[in-house]
């Protein structure tokens, strides 16, 4: 019985977990609201967020090697994307018009050889700017489903296992060759992708900051994130 005893002890309550984790919960709510916010209200996403926390402290077991923290994390993501999916303004005519405008911006690259600016898309798709930056709003409500790919149970990034002194490390080792790499990234792109992954800024905050359009930022992020990969498998085939 003693076993069972030392488990009991060390396995916190669900009530004391999710009474000691409201604020990450708010954190990543008012995070996600940042991007939907034309679209949401903050308490449903702090509904949604609860709702995923207060299971996570349900299902967790302290013996796994996984801090509670990550675990919650993923959880409420979780829960937040699968509220915003349910919930969101990707009807079908949503999702006509993104294709139509996706279109009509790949005519315009061809025609004029670069990135077509708001300006010239809107006159394209005979609409007034004010009209494409409101559907251009409306897509960016569809990057959360992207977001669940990358927030998963088995995702290295929200783990945080106690691994061996030889897996620590390892992730040392992994750490410095990301950061090697993406030196050898030209600055622009390298700033992408601390704009987009590292501050979290959506591709309308960081085409503001570098003074380009959205489609180009999402061109550089695509090529920044495909050229890191490709110098990363380099090195470690090394």
């Known amino acids: 019985m003693i076993a069972p005893l030392r488990y009991a002890e060390q396995q916190p309550s669900p009530t004391n977990l999710v009474e000691g984790h409201l604020s990450l919960v708010q954190r ?26 207060v299971g996570a402290a349900q299902r967790y077991t302290a013996c796994d090697g996984v801090s509670f923290s990550a675990y919650a994390a993923i959880r409420v993501r979780g829960a937040i994307i699968d509220h915003l999916r349910s919930n969101s303004n990707l009807c079908r005519n949503t999702i006509s018009m993104r294709k139509k405008v996706e279109q009509a911006r790949r005519d315009l690259s061809q025609e004029l050889g670069r990135e077509p600016e708001t300006l010239e898309l809107a006159e394209k798709l005979k609409m ?3 009209d ?30 106690q691994g061996t002194a030889e897996d620590d490390l390892e992730r040392t080792q992994l750490k410095v060759i990301l950061k090697e790499s993406i030196g050898e990234l030209p600055e622009r792109s390298a700033l992408v992708l601390q704009l987009y ?22 061109q550089i992020k695509k090529a920044a994130v495909e050229q890191l990969r490709d110098i990363i498998q380099a090195r470690l085939a090394n």
């Open 132 to 161: 494409l930056l409101d559907w251009e709003n409306r897509f960016q409500v569809n990057q959360v489903q992207s977001l669940d790919e990358i927030y998963t149970d088995h995702s290295i990034l929200f783990s945080d296992t």
């Open 197 to 218: 992954y590292v501050e979290e800024l959506n591709v309308y905050e960081i085409a503001a900051i570098l003074e380009v359009s959205t489609g180009r930022v999402s």
């Open 128 to 130: 007034p700017p004010e």
């Open 28 to 53: 990543l709510a008012w995070h996600f609201y940042g991007r939907v916010s034309r679209y949401v209200e903050i308490d449903d996403l702090l509904q949604a967020g609860y709702v995923g926390l």
